[in-house]
């Protein structure tokens, strides 16, 4: 089509019309004298501007989802840190909480027995043939060998090397390791010995030995223990709650031997303390937690018809009655 003057004249009149059809379309709204002509249009052209839109619209959607990628890909990546920090938040919100619970269990612990101690925390496990663990102190915060080290529920073992920020504690489970040990009530002495590994070895829950130095000494299931102490207050300073009689043997004549549940849990050690200054006197069993209470005795019924042997209690004959006490010549 030619650019003529007649063809510039015949598109000028075109755009004045349709521009006054607009506006008289736009100011007389619903009530538009042009909208029976709308309603025509948009029978003819709806069909056409659905189907070009339908053609038009995934190229639009994916052009623009290729030059958004990179955008989106970084706030991807921005609320991913976050969630990341909120979670390490709540994370670390919930060890502190953890640890301060013990840390004022292990304050009250050392307060009874007149400890002055040195918190510290357990950072590795060892992974030889010892039962160790490394203590997030050292020599630098006055740390030296055999000190006792304890937690909030008893003894844990002694500093055997330091560094100057680090130290380690063998166990008390170790193969090697030997506590001068005395029992609740009778004081009786015996030497607490390690099983080894953790006690994870053979024993499950007993891995610690108890070993009477007399013979005929008294000892029962439940008794508890308690460190002896050492000369000169190290390596063990006395007192200290080592754990609960739970199997009783007799070896031979000479010696009784006992297996002893801990009060530690030695496989999930996290907050504990050197005893860096010995008590001013012995604390004996202070330490101790309190006994749980006997059951209840339930009464008995009046209706209950007597044992063969009377009210006398007696015993059919060859039999005896169970112990852990031992009899005279044991």
Known sequence: MKDTRR??????????VALAMITIDHRGGDDSPLRGLRSIGATVFGPVERASASVV??????????????????RAERLERQNQKLREKLRASGLDEDRSAQLQRLLGTAGMGGYKILASQVISAGQGFEDTVTIDVGSGDGIKPDMTVMSAAGLVGRVTRVGPATATVLLATDQTSSVGSRLEDSKEIGIVQGLGRRGLGGHGATPLRFQLLDAAAPIRVGQR???????GQRPYVPGVPIGVVERIENSNGLTRIAYVRP???FTSLDVVAVVVAPPKKNPRDAVLPPKPKPPATPSASPSASPSPGGDR????????????EPNPGD
């Open 7 to 16: 063809t510039r004249v015949v598109l000028a009149a075109l755009l004045v």
């Open 313 to 324: 209690g007696e015993r059919p004959s060859g039999t005896r009655g169970l112990s852990t």
């Open 225 to 231: 223990i308690v460190t002896l102490g050492s000369q």
């Open 57 to 74: 619209r995934p190229v639009s959607n994916t052009f623009e989802s290729i030059t958004d990628a990179p955008g989106q890909r970084r």
């Open 263 to 265: 009060f530690v849990r």
